[in-house]
């Protein structure tokens, strides 16, 4: 517990237009993947649209680590496919958190990312006061593949005992 700064809850949403990979559809799932951890989502049955809803919590040691985001078609006689995939870096999400923003208003837009060349975002991507919880909504394009996004929710729980930011 000397090294964790936290857990990081990911909100696996929903991925949107994801690529064909069985006959006429996909039994896609979504694999987080930082450092030595990796989580996976719940598989939705043919769905190219598949709504997990599915909550993933990472506990975060090293926040300059960028974490995976994969998506998978689900095999049952073969390897799974894979659907394409995604990077997050978290250190603009974490200096939001750090200015200790207890006196704004829920619904305040903190900090803002756009898309570029330097990351996966389809949209631009806000991290919001919320409720009393810093949280970012985002959609990341995936890579290699012809198409398809994955909508996400990043939130931070922070650890009686440790380090913390």
């Known amino acids: 517990m000397e090294h964790l700064l936290g857990l990081l809850i990911i909100h696996v949403r929903r991925g949107v237009n994801l690529a064909i990979r069985d006959v006429r559809s996909s039994d896609p799932y979504v694999v987080i993947r930082m450092g ?12 190219l649209n598949p709504e997990w809803n599915d909550e993933l919590t990472l506990e975060i040691t090293d926040s300059s680590l960028p974490i995976s985001v994969m998506v998978f078609d689900k095999d049952n006689f073969s390897l799974d496919d894979k659907m394409g995939d995604a990077e997050i870096h978290i250190e603009p999400f974490l200096d939001a958190l750090r200015m200790r923003l207890d006196d704004v208003p829920s619904g305040t837009v903190i900090t803002s990312m756009k898309p570029g060349r330097d990351n996966c975002l389809a949209e631009e991507s806000c991290v919001v006061w919320s409720d009393g ?20 929710q990043l939130e931070w729980i922070d650890i009686p005992g440790c380090r913390g930011l």
């Not at 030595?36 to 769905?47: A, P, T």
């Open 36 to 47: 030595k951890l990796k989580l996976k989502s719940r598989v939705v049955k043919k769905s």
């Open 133 to 152: 919880k810093v949280v970012q909504d985002m959609v990341l394009r995936l890579r290699n593949v012809e198409h398809g996004e994955v909508e996400l």
